[in-house]
């Protein structure tokens, strides 16, 4: 060993030569490893992801949060596709569902929270809650024994507490008007069903009048029922308002267009990259071609609310009254899996029967929209709404309408600000007439409960005086009007203030929306077409 290194010292060149000899040695099975470890790649594939996907589970150091990781990379890569893909985890798809299917596993109660406990407006005819001996009026003070009273609870979580699987028992104890003692209920609960049509009655003789708030899966059956009921009282012509409905199952929409259609007529087409073109056409058995028709819409109204419109308006059948739809042409799919999540993934955009795709832009203000809506003065004034001229439609009857962004109305309605003021903004916000609502239905439960159509509830109301009542409990509240304010806006309060008390009637919504629309400047404009 001493006489090799020896050689190495007296001739130098030779060391140089071993090193280069074993570098290029290195260099050639280097080069080997790393082309070994140079993974192939296609463009405009998920290649790339999936590659990385599986060297973080052979060659990752430590041990990986799979589901963690899974669960916050899905929601990232579906809202880099459109606004509307989601991901939706067991519980929120849950939740969903039950909002669409038309019932969910409950007690059935309605119930609003004017101050720091629960009250009972409404107990469900045939549930729970009603053959348990829920009464309207009822304060919930425990749920399975936990206080849900005076601690600022949510109504969020108070709903959690008080909906379970059908067959369970939850027990409930309540404070009851005239009762010193709270009173206990053992509850089983049970399939609850939730409506979609929200009132049907008549606004006159021969005008009726229908609010849609979802497309849910019986909300073509309520429907029709709400029509049989309207025509027997005399509906020639009827209101059909769908503000604030957001969509939901496409089938309705279409089931309730093919109503008003006549044989042939074209309802929506859907089309998308892996979705062929798909027509949609009235097959001339519907039951209202004979009404004439006024839908009313606003920002609020989105998807099957947008075909609803859309089929009525290029078909001229009828009148489009409010202000322009919120713009949602695509078509989603629900995908499950089975952890009991899903998604709901973009497959095709629909289509008006002129060829208008109403699909707002996705650029980054898409969620702002609205807000946008106010800046620019649209919501005010019909010469504010933007309009893509390169998007221009004509009906069968010549009538000018246009795609890329909502459904403009035939009659525009501007926001209704009459009687809203710095006092009205105020009692608004700090839910004073809705406080005040619940105090004068505590007061007078009994008259309350004893009312049965509108005409009592109208002499209830001409023997009470709300205004002075309700001036001196603002008052209380460190509110008071300044000069002028109270006659500018107590037309306004008080209609709130009668709307909430006849939700504690046993009319519930079919006194509230028809006490509530006398002054809704929408159904004013509908009703004098």
């Avoid at 980054?364 to 946008?372: A, S, T």
Wanted: charged share 25%; glycine share 8%; net charge positive.
């Amino acid at each position: 060993m001493d006489s090799f290194i020896k050689r190495f010292k007296t001739n130098p060149w030779l060391l140089i030569i071993v090193i280069f000899l074993l570098g290029a040695v290195s260099y050639k099975y280097l080069s080997a490893f790393l082309a070994d470890r140079e993974l192939n790649v296609r463009n405009n594939r998920w290649d790339k992801l999936m590659l990385v996907l599986s060297q973080v589970d052979k060659n990752y150091v430590d041990t990986v949060n799979y589901k963690e990781i899974t669960e916050q990379s899905i929601p990232y890569i579906l809202e880099k596709l459109d606004p509307h893909s989601v991901y939706l985890a067991p519980e929120e798809l849950k939740s969903a569902d039950e909002q669409l299917q038309g019932n969910f596993d409950g007690i059935g109660i309605q119930f609003n929270v004017p101050n720091d406990s629960a009250v009972v407006i409404n107990v469900i005819p045939g549930g729970p809650s009603e053959r348990a001996g829920i009464l309207s009026g009822d304060r919930l003070v425990k749920v399975n024994g936990e206080v849900v009273a005076g601690v600022k609870m949510n109504q969020d979580s108070l709903v959690s507490r008080l909906r379970g699987k059908s067959g369970s028992m939850v027990k409930v104890d309540v404070k009851r008007y005239g009762v010193k003692e709270l009173v206990s209920f053992d509850i089983k609960r049970d399939k609850i069903p939730v409506k979609s049509v929200d009132v049907a009655y008549m606004i006159n003789d021969t005008l009726g009048y229908i609010k849609l708030s979802k497309f849910t899966r019986t909300s073509h059956k309520e429907f029709m029922e709400s029509i049989l009921k309207l025509r027997k009282e005399g509906m020639k012509s009827l209101v059909f308002d769908l503000r604030g409905n957001s969509g939901g199952y496409l089938d309705q929409a279409l089931l309730l267009s093919n109503e008003f259609l006549n044989k042939g007529e074209l309802i929506v087409y859907m089309k998308g990259t892996h979705r062929p073109r798909q027509d949609f056409h009235a097959d001339n058995t519907g039951k209202c071609r004979d009404l004439s028709l006024k839908v009313i819409i606003d920002e609020g109204s989105a998807s099957s609310s947008e075909i609803f419109a859309g089929a009525i308006q290029d078909n001229d059948r009828g009148v489009i009254v409010g202000r322009r739809s919120f713009g949602k042409g695509l078509v989603q799919e629900p995908i499950y899996f089975s952890d009991n999540s899903g998604i709901r993934l973009t497959v095709a955009r629909f289509y008006t029967p002129t060829g208008r795709s109403i699909q707002k832009p996705y650029d980054k203000n898409y969620r702002e929209d609205i807000l946008e809506r106010y800046r620019h003065g649209e919501m005010m004034s019909a010469d504010s709404i933007r309009k893509n001229d390169t998007l221009v439609y004509t009906t069968p009857k010549g009538k000018i309408v246009y795609g890329g962004g909502g459904i403009t109305p035939d009659l525009f309605v501007p926001v209704d600000t009459s009687g809203i003021n710095p006092f009205f903004v105020t009692v608004s916000n700090m839910g004073m007439t809705f406080r005040f609502s619940a105090r004068m239905a505590d007061e007078y439960r009994q008259a309350l409960n004893k009312i049965k159509s509108m005409s009592e509830l109208n002499k209830f109301f001409s023997e009470i005086d709300f205004e002075q009542r309700f001036l001196s409990f603002a008052k209380s509240n460190g509110i008071v009007p300044r000069k002028g304010e109270w006659e500018e806006s107590k037309e306004l309060i008080n209609n709130h203030i009668k709307a909430f008390i006849g939700r504690y009637t046993p009319l519930d919504d079919n006194a509230f929306y028809p006490i509530l629309l006398e002054l809704d400047n929408m159904v004013l404009a509908a009703i004098g077409q």
